[in-house]
């Protein structure tokens, strides 16, 4: 570090983009991603870098901030395809796509894993073409194609375990458990998420120890087993926030709040929420908001508070149509059911 800061000091920017980048990929590796973007940010004041870019899209988008994470993986990009830097070509389209993905935007995120993967063959990167494989599999589980998702985690895992990628290994693991448990296999899921975690607590990933925590919490949940589910929760919540972590921390303040609402702990329940909702707002994630409203609704419903259920369902069916969410149908006849039995009582 204190090599860089001297470097940044003394207007040397070869030596800050070497010794930047390499410290910066080590701190990715262990989820410091603040100490990454405000070193990366430094070597940029000395001029356009493209690893300096790439470290710094990368932290932006593990800390729930995909817009910007999108301009320097662009730039980066650019770099990389003028130099003929075809692996570093790769990484960045497969990063670009990553961030399409958490935008919700599945075709273009599809569209740059395809072109990434050919390029990790020509190159012999089996571990990047391990790390596509994957986050084609993620995609396809989006859409709901699970034999499709799974295929291609299938794909990845031996790969991943080949190159001795222990962190990769336990991301397919954990994207596996997600497929079986979005089919309702709740004891597959719990059981390859449990192979997940000592893994990514072995390698020092905090950012996928919470999410794999998270899932945990999630199975449990679903099996009806509820202080199984809040002990995961919040063993998950705060290293969310350490890393910075903002829209999955929006997502454990919300699934705690699920928690308590199904064991009629309404205040608990509104306290989560209420926590959940400005996050969202800030990362904007539109149809997390819109969730989280609905829960938020729902609760009100449950208290006998019409007007603020409907004005919370109001606020989710106009997010349904700015997302184009499938959920729109079905959020609008609630909406209309219960101003229906709004009129009828008054």
């Not at 999955?248 to 709040?257: C, D, S």
């Not at 400005?278 to 989280?292: Q, S």
Request: aromatic letters at 6%; proline letters at 3%; glycine letters at 8%.
């Amino acid at each position: 570090m204190e090599v860089h800061r001297l470097a940044v000091a003394g207007r040397q920017p070869e030596i800050a983009r070497k010794v930047g980048d390499r410290v910066c990929r080590v701190w990715l590796r262990t989820s410091r991603f603040a100490a990454v973007e405000a070193m990366a940010t430094a070597t940029l004041t000395l001029g356009p870098d493209a690893g300096s870019f790439y470290d710094r899209g990368w932290a932006r988008s593990s800390t729930g901030r995909p817009r910007p994470a999108l301009e320097d993986y662009q730039q980066a990009l650019t770099m990389y395809q003028q130099a003929g830097h075809r692996g570093n070509e790769a990484a960045t389209l497969t990063s670009i796509g990553r961030v399409y993905d958490s935008l919700g935007d599945r075709q273009r995120a599809l569209d740059h894993y395809h072109q990434a993967l050919p390029i990790t063959r020509e190159v012999d990167n089996r571990a990047g073409e391990a790390a596509t494989l994957n986050n084609i599999g993620s995609v396809y589980d989006s859409l709901g194609d699970r034999q499709r998702a799974l295929d291609h985690y299938h794909q990845a895992l031996p790969i991943m375990r080949e190159v001795d990628n222990r962190a990769g290994e336990a991301a397919t693991l954990n994207n596996i458990g997600n497929v079986y448990d979005n089919q309702g296999d709740r004891q597959r899921a719990l059981d390859h998420y449990h192979q997940a975690l000592p893994i990514r607590r072995e390698v020092g990933d905090r950012a996928g120890e919470a999410v794999t925590l998270n899932n945990i919490g999630h199975a449990y949940n679903s099996q009806g087993d509820r202080q199984r589910a809040l002990d995961h929760y919040h063993q998950a919540l705060p290293i969310r926030r350490e890393v910075g972590d903002r829209a999955g921390e929006a997502v454990t303040l919300n699934n705690i709040g699920l928690v308590y609402a199904s064991l009629g702990d309404r205040q608990r329940a509104l306290d989560h929420y209420h926590q959940a909702l400005p996050i969202r707002r800030e990362v904007g994630d539109r149809a997390g908001e819109a969730v989280t409203r609905y829960n938020i609704a729902m609760v009100h419903q449950a208290d006998g508070e019409l007007d603020q259920a409907i004005g919370e369902l109001e606020h989710v069916v106009d997010l349904d149509r700015q997302v184009g969410h499938p959920d729109l149908e079905a959020d609008t006849r609630v909406l209309e059911q219960l101003r229906q039995e709004r009129a009828e009582r008054q």
